[in-house]
């Protein structure tokens, strides 16, 4: 697994890890159906903003997930590379990196009933702060979400 800059041939895999509702559904910001001008919108101006890195999620054959702090902690992975640690790999990468580079708290959250979420959060060493709720885009609803927060202190003791 190697985290990369997005590129426009990742264009087609984003479309199509974000066809699937199983990873949608736990996506606040992300239109559904997904299109391809959707894709390119995403890479050309949400990811490419300064300061807001986006890295590609590779396995060697292509993008597979995408991951970025922004300044949330923020992911999502293609639904075949579920379960197999790959964004515990990437997560740990990314926060450390975020750390190193002088961030001292980062923010993230999951919908409630995200449990794999959850657990990749806890893991990294996320607490929950609080509850509150936030637009569901593809649904067009409001939902429940619990926001999490690290701290390069706590980082530190847990990875030294």
Request: a negative charge; charged letters at 15%.
């Amino acid at each position: 697994m190697t985290l990369r800059p997005l590129a426009p041939g990742d264009d087609a895999a984003i479309v199509a890890a974000l066809s699937h509702w199983d990873v949608v559904k736990w996506l606040t910001a992300v239109p559904w159906p997904y299109t391809l001008d959707d894709a390119v919108y995403f890479r050309t101006q949400i990811a490419a903003q300064p300061g807001h890195p986006h890295w590609a999620i590779d396995d060697g054959t292509g993008l597979i997930g995408v991951i970025s702090v922004k300044p949330d902690l923020g992911y999502w992975l293609s639904p075949s590379h579920h379960r197999k640690g790959i964004m515990t790999e990437a997560a740990t990468a990314v926060v450390a990196a975020a750390f190193a580079g002088g961030m001292v708290e980062i923010i993230s959250g999951h919908l409630i009933g995200n449990g794999p979420s959850r657990a990749i959060l806890l893991n990294l060493g996320f607490a929950d702060t609080h509850m509150t709720t936030a637009v569901h885009r593809p649904s067009g609803t409001m939902a429940p979400l619990q926001r999490m927060a690290l701290q390069a202190a706590t980082w530190a003791i847990r990875h030294d």
